[in-house]
Structure formats: structure tokens, C-alpha cells
């Protein structure tokens, strides 16, 4: 079975650094775009981040810009997002998806993300 692992999530204060990472097990990630979304309680989910199947481009949703950093080793199927300068409404699920490449990338503002997601991990940010 296809599955994505997140991990990294935990309790920090505003203005720390955490990074997640999410891996591909029992599949590669491959040829194909990998996504960061969130989910806050009573809100929908919401697109992150992405990265092409590369690496070369990268999209981010505009409250993330210059905070979030998005990247990824294809050598060990990992994605990360590494995110700086936390604020209280980061806190959320955080979620990773994969859609091949063939499809299209995944934008800022896309509601769906990829066919595969993982299981999520929580990221809580006390003020």
C-alpha cells in the first residue's frame, strides 16, 4: 500500500523553528509533486506548500512567504518543510500529498491536493 509518514510536529512559542518531514513508504515519491497542507479545528484544509518532482520550482501560500521553506531529497524520498518564525494561526494538522507529475502541479489555493496522503502531524504554537 501507498503511504506518507509525517513527522516533526510538536508544541512550540511563537517566533521558533520547527521542521517536518514527511516519507514515502512502501512506493517512491518519483516523478511526482509533493504538498504541504493544514488543517486548524473548525476550518477547512488549506495548501501550504509545494515542491515539483525536482525540486526546481516551489509554490507557497502567501502567509507563509519568507517564513516556510519547502524541500526535498529524492535520493531517501523525503520532503521536508521547514518552517521559521512560527505564529499562533501555523497551528494546525499538517498534512503531506503526492499527485504525479502528469497532472499538473499543486498551487496555491488548490483544495484537493494529490491522490495519496498521510496521516498527518500536529504542530501547536503558544503565544
Known amino acids: 500500500q501507498v503511504q506518507l509518514v509525517e513527522s516533526g510536529g510538536r508544541l512550540v512559542q511563537a517566533g521558533d523553528s520547527l521542521r517536518l518531514s514527511c516519507a514515502a513508504s512502501?512506493?517512491?515519491?518519483?516523478?511526482?509533486?509533493v504538498a504541504w497542507f493544514r488543517q486548524a479545528p473548525e476550518k477547512e484544509r488549506e495548501f501550504v506548500a509545494s515542491?515539483?518532482?525536482?525540486?526546481?520550482?516551489?509554490w507557497y501560500t502567501d502567509s507563509v512567504k519568507g517564513r516556510f521553506t519547502i524541500s526535498r531529497d529524492n535520493d531517501n524520498d523525503m520532503v521536508f518543510l521547514q518552517m521559521n518564525s512560527l505564529k499562533p494561526e501555523d497551528a494546525a494538522d499538517y498534512y503531506c500529498?503526492?499527485?504525479?507529475?502528469?497532472?499538473?502541479?499543486?498551487?496555491?489555493?488548490?483544495?484537493?491536493?494529490?491522490?495519496?496522503w498521510g496521516q498527518g502531524t500536529q504542530v501547536t504554537v503558544s503565544s
Open positions: 515542491i515539483n518532482w525536482n525540486g526546481i520550482s516551489t
Open positions: 500529498t503526492q499527485k504525479r507529475s502528469e497532472y499538473g502541479p499543486i498551487l496555491p489555493g488548490d483544495p484537493a491536493g494529490g491522490l495519496y
Open positions: 512502501g512506493h517512491t515519491f518519483g516523478r511526482s509533486a
